[in-house]
């Protein structure tokens, strides 16, 4: 059986845009106030893909050095 996954294909379906946008929440609330109000673009490049996220952050949290 071969469970290599390939990831070389050029869209992501919305169902993987949605579970991508909510793991990026997550992590995101550590450092912003944002409203829920996220998007994802995806696009072909020469190089590969130029992703680009977009959300209204209301203000930037205070950073916390790891412990």
Excluded: H, Q, W
Excluded at 24 to 42: G, H
């Amino acid at each position: 059986m071969n469970d290599v996954l390939t990831a070389d294909r050029d869209n992501i379906t919305e169902e993987e845009k949605e579970l991508f946008l909510c793991d990026l929440k997550n992590v995101c609330s550590e450092y912003f106030e944002a409203d829920d109000k996220y998007t994802l673009d995806v696009t072909r490049t020469e190089k590969g893909f130029s992703v680009c996220i977009i959300f209204d952050a209301v203000r930037i949290k205070k950073f916390k050095k790891p412990r």
